[in-house]
């Protein structure tokens, strides 16, 4: 197989989320990733409306978009985008590899957000290279597991949310409303 890097073509990963508000778990799984998936970029894409989020908690989306800029703002291969696409499959075409958390696999997987199993099987079939990071309480295919530091692996937006600001990523941490 021929080496991607070596003709010049960028390597570029794909982590869709909603990013409420990014955590420290967050960046690390996205460094991870870089590192062992030879990822030139990754890119933080959250769906404008969320998919099965209509009105997210927390500071609207411009607001939360800015807090993940200003939090990679530092790291020249992290990006962040914003789609009208709500399901990761969707959101993944056109990457070299999707990351997702174990939460999100189980969603893919969900037959709810497709027509039939048939087509999520398909939609699953078409993903490109896929990294699902570990978490507590949700499994990863040994195959696709990306293992992620133990501390890490209850990290969640939600509960930073919820008043544990030490999960926040950085900026997130100071500015978050």
Known sequence: MDDPLADGELRRGVFPGSFNPLTVAHLEVARLARERHRLDEVHFVVSR?????????????????????????AHDWLAVHTTDAQLIVDIADGYDVVI??????????????????????????????????????????????????????????????????????????????
């Open 100 to 177: 997702m958390g174990a939460d999100k696999w189980e969603q893919v997987n969900d037959e709810r957000y497709y027509t039939d199993a048939a087509a999520r099987d398909a939609a699953v079939a078409a993903l490109p290279e896929t990294v699902v990071a570990t978490r507590d309480g949700a499994a990863a295919p040994a195959d696709l597991a990306l293992a992620t530091p133990p501390e890490l692996r209850s990290v969640s937006s939600t509960a930073a949310r919820d008043g544990d600001r030490d999960q926040m990523a950085p900026v997130a941490r100071e500015r978050w409303a």
């Open 49 to 73: 409306v969320a998919l099965d989020k209509p009105t997210p908690p927390g500071p609207p989306l411009e607001e939360r978009i800015a807090l993940i800029a200003a939090d990679i703002a």
